[in-house]
Each structure stands twice: as structure tokens, then as C-alpha cells.
């Protein structure tokens, strides 16, 4: 994971914009993670679409549920 981030950050750095390099990231997941669902066999069918929307639904929420336990409360 942290292989990706450094290149997206580097990037970044060359000066394409964070919504470029994100959607890019977000569309090689998507071509990768078809592959490794479906295989070469071709596309996906509407359950192994289901299948790995809900394993990206997981994973964001799991990023962000760790986000927040790093985030310290606001102060009062």
C-alpha cells in the first residue's frame, strides 16, 4: 500500500492534481481487483460487481474508522 501512496504523492509532486491521481489509483483498483474477482475469463457479472463494491465499501470504512481513532478529540 504505502508503494502506491508514495507514487501518487510523487505524482503529486510532478504536478498533476490529487483528483487525477486519485481517480487514477481508484480505476487501476477497479481494473486489478476485476481481474483478480473475475480472471481473464472477461467482464464481471452483476455478483462479482456486488462482490467488490462491498470489499471497497469495507475498506474505506475501515481506513476512515482508523482515521478517527488517530484523530484526537477537539479540544473544549
Do not use: C, D, W
Not at 508503494?3 to 487501476?28: H, S
Not at 481481474?35 to 471497497?56: D, P, W
Amino acid at each position: 500500500m504505502n508503494r502506491f501512496i508514495e507514487l501518487a504523492n510523487q505524482m503529486n509532486e510532478e504536478g498533476i492534481q490529487r483528483n487525477l491521481v486519485g481517480a487514477a489509483l481508484l480505476t487501476a483498483a477497479g481494473v486489478y481487483s476485476s481481474y483478480v474477482v473475475g480472471g481473464n475469463a472477461g467482464g464481471l457479472n452483476e455478483s462479482g460487481i456486488e462482490k467488490l463494491t462491498t470489499m471497497f465499501k469495507h475498506e474505506l470504512e475501515r481506513v476512515e474508522a482508523a482515521k478517527k481513532s488517530r484523530t484526537p478529540p477537539p479540544a473544549t
